[in-house]
């Protein structure tokens, strides 16, 4: 049996270098007894803060929710325990899950596990730092523009965000309803796939979750002689030639050598360009409906006033951080009836565009193939505010599975002066098998396992 006295020890030793938990659950030896003979095994587990967890504390990193307590479990609790996993903890992230820094949580920064000086990425910044740290093996965490696989490559961790639907997020807090992913974290892409396992499938309380049957995933044995790797030339071409892209190229030698084809796609380049914007109004005009039961009256803590308009001002004024606030603002703008034709509805015209471009890009090979970020994790005194447009594209394409709601996955391939960072892979709707299978071939030719040995602070302790 596992001793699960020293693993919540180390986790909470570690909030003093990380500062990844939100809350601690206090029934661990409990729940270890429950799991017992179940096909997790007592796996530890930490969970994002916006999962919504029965009688636990679920604030989604946000000020306004501090003293939220569901009376209901996420179907993917539920799930987790029914199937032996054991809930350690609670996970800081980007309040409401929007933004990537893991720097605006209302209980402070998340640090990068192999620097305290940078950022472990976000929003799911707990659960990547701790999974980066080993303090546990799996995560969960949500994905909407990358907050998966953006993280999982600072921290030097796999990142999977399956197919749409695959996963139920009922209970799960919202952000953007038609970007919104549950994602895993973890140290092996076989421990994403026994989560997924346990995971998948139908859930009549959400209505997105697929109908479709799920995959067996026990076997992902591939050959990887005759395949095709796509590479899509803009946003190879818009990444910085740096020693990411040298190890990055290399890499697609060790593919070629193994039998694989590359084989270079294309993607409009002026879609590409609308990219992030169209990201920007959908997500941020999804969210702000989303999030207007936020009003101290339906759900958060309230700020006593007057009147109803006086109690939801307040308490959204000083529940919410600066970065919600502006994002909320153009949410309104894009939602209200004057603009909402020529703003909200028409990024879901150039989603779809971008989306049939994507799609026609995959077709032609079995999988893409991408540098998950142009960098390491950054210094959090050094974030840019504006990017060019090679940087916008570069730092953002991860958004291209959201918008189509495709199977993608970050594995790390290696270090850049002693710091993470990984690839991604993605296919077409339903291939999460095949991303799997594909990521599991490539983490054997990696070895990240052995290459971590010497860098990462937390092995060495
Ligand atoms: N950084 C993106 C945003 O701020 C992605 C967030 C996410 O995937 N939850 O919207």
Redesign the pocket.
């Known amino acids: 049996m596992m001793n699960y006295d020293e693993i919540m020890k180390r986790l909470r030793d570690s909030q003093h270098d990380l500062n990844a938990v939100v809350t601690f659950y206090e029934d661990v030896v409990l729940q270890a007894e429950q799991a017992k003979n179940k096909v997790l095994k007592g796996m530890p587990i930490v969970l994002k803060d916006n999962v919504s967890t029965k009688g636990v504390k679920t604030t989604a990193s946000c000020k306004l929710l501090n003293n939220y307590v569901p009376v209901f479990n996420a179907t993917i609790v539920d799930k987790l325990q029914e199937s032996g996993a054991v809930i350690l903890a609670k996970t800081a992230m980007?309040e409401l899950?929007?933004?990537?820094t893991g720097l605006t949580a209302y209980t402070g920064p998340t640090k990068n596990p192999y620097d305290a000086t940078r950022i472990s990425g976000?929003?799911?910044s707990g659960s990547a730092a701790l999974v980066g740290a080993h303090l546990v093996d799996v995560a969960i965490g949500?994905?909407?523009?990358?907050?998966?696989r953006?993280p999982a490559s600072y921290c030097g961790v796999v990142g999977f965000k399956p197919t749409y639907g695959r996963i139920s997020r009922y209970g799960v807090v919202a952000?953007?309803s038609s970007?919104?992913h549950v994602g895993i974290f973890s140290n092996t892409v076989a421990q994403s796939a026994e989560l997924l396992s346990v995971l998948q499938g139908r859930d009549d309380k959400d209505l997105t979750s697929l109908m479709s049957p799920v995959e067996d995933l026990s076997d992902l044995s591939l050959d990887l002689k005759g395949k095709t790797i796509g590479i899509i030339k803009e946003i190879q071409e818009a990444k910085s030639d740096n020693a990411l892209k040298l190890q990055f190229n290399d890499f697609l030698k060790q593919l070629e050598a193994q039998g694989a084809m590359i084989k270079e796609v294309s993607l409009d380049r002026q879609l590409l360009e609308q990219m992030y914007a169209v990201?920007?109004i959908v997500?941020n005009c999804e969210a702000t409906a989303n999030h207007a039961s936020l009003d101290g009256i339906r759900f958060g803590e309230r700020v006593n006033a007057d009147s109803y308009q006086e109690i939801m001002t307040k308490t959204r004024t000083q529940g919410f951080g600066e970065l919600l606030k502006r994002r909320f603002v153009i949410g309104a703008y894009g939602l209200d009836d004057v603009h909402q034709e020529e703003v909200f509805q028409k990024a879901q015209k150039i989603r779809r565009l971008i989306v049939e471009a994507y799609d026609k890009a995959l077709s032609e090979v079995d999988i893409v193939l991408t540098l998950a970020s142009d960098t390491v994790a950054p210094k959090a005194t050094e974030l840019k505010n504006h990017q060019s447009l090679d940087e916008m594209i570069s730092e953002n394409h991860l958004?291209l599975d959201?918008f189509a709601g495709y199977p993608s996955i970050t594995i790390p391939l290696g270090f850049d002066e002693g710091l993470p960072f990984g690839i991604n892979l993605a296919a077409r709707k339903l291939e999460d098998k095949k991303v799997l299978a594909f990521a599991s071939a490539f983490e054997k030719l990696i070895a990240f396992s052995e290459l971590e040995k010497g860098v990462n602070p937390w092995i060495m302790k």
């Open positions: 980007d899950a929007m933004g990537g976000g929003s799911s949500s994905d909407t523009g990358d907050s998966v953006k952000y953007a970007l919104d990201y920007y997500a958004v959201n």
